[in-house]
């Protein structure tokens, strides 16, 4: 019951092909989110996490476009995190399982660039020395973001209370 509390709080904003928006209006924060393209059954049981990309809005933090992936293998230690969306390449930082960018302007250009893409794949070597990529479909990307980001207006937080 304890789980099931946190997941009541969220509101579906909507789905959007490969992607969906929700709010949850306690925190309050909205967020839009994917999981990658399926992979092959070795590839599956190779995972240490449920990989997804979040892009998410936290308004009383002023904090608009946040992106976090959480990767589908545990990072070896130092490894270098690398985004390719289109025809653009970005270094990012994280450890663990989860991965961001380094600052909001890195943040600003990561998003502006899913907008125009068809497709995106982070990569990086796992703790046990191989590389791996998890790759996205950015179909409904655009307009999952939006929602969430409308979702978390004063006046969509002031409706929901």
Same mark, same amino acid.
């Given at each position: 019951?304890?789980?099931?509390?946190?997941?009541?709080?969220? +509101?579906?904003?909507?789905?959007?092909?490969?992607?969906?928006?929700? *709010?949850? =209006?306690?925190?309050?924060?909205?967020?839009?989110?994917?999981?990658?393209?399926?992979?092959?059954?070795?590839?599956?049981?190779?995972?240490?996490?449920?990989?997804?990309?979040?892009?998410?809005?936290?308004?009383?933090?002023?904090? $608009?476009?946040?992106?976090?992936?959480?990767?589908? $293998?545990? !990072? =070896?230690? /130092?490894? !270098?995190? &690398?985004? $390719? %969306? /289109?025809?653009?390449?970005?270094?990012?930082?994280?450890?663990?399982? +989860? %991965?961001?960018?380094? +600052?909001?302007?890195?943040?600003?250009?990561? %998003?502006?660039?899913?907008? &125009?893409?068809?497709?995106?794949?982070?990569?990086?070597?796992?703790?046990?020395? $191989?590389?791996?990529?998890? *790759?996205? !479909?950015?179909?409904?990307?655009?307009?999952?973001?939006?929602?969430?980001? %409308?979702?978390?207006?004063?006046?969509?937080?002031?409706?929901?209370?």
């Amino acid at each position: 019951m304890a789980l099931a509390t946190p997941l009541a709080a969220k +509101d579906s904003l909507g789905v959007f092909s490969g992607w969906a928006a929700f *709010r949850d =209006a306690q925190v309050p924060r909205c967020y839009a989110i994917a999981k990658p393209e399926p992979t092959g059954l070795e590839t599956l049981r190779a995972r240490d996490y449920e990989p997804y990309a979040s892009v998410a809005t936290w308004p009383t933090r002023q904090i $608009r476009g946040q992106l976090h992936f959480r990767l589908s $293998r545990e !990072l =070896a230690q /130092g490894a !270098l995190i &690398s985004l $390719r %969306v /289109g025809g653009r390449s970005f270094a990012l930082t994280g450890g663990g399982g +989860d %991965v961001w960018a380094f +600052d909001p302007a890195m943040d600003a250009a990561i %998003v502006a660039a899913i907008r &125009s893409a068809e497709s995106m794949t982070v990569s990086s070597t796992a703790k046990t020395g $191989r590389h791996f990529s998890d *790759r996205y !479909l950015l179909a409904g990307a655009a307009t999952a973001m939006d929602a969430a980001t %409308v979702g978390c207006s004063p006046a969509a937080l002031r409706a929901k209370r």
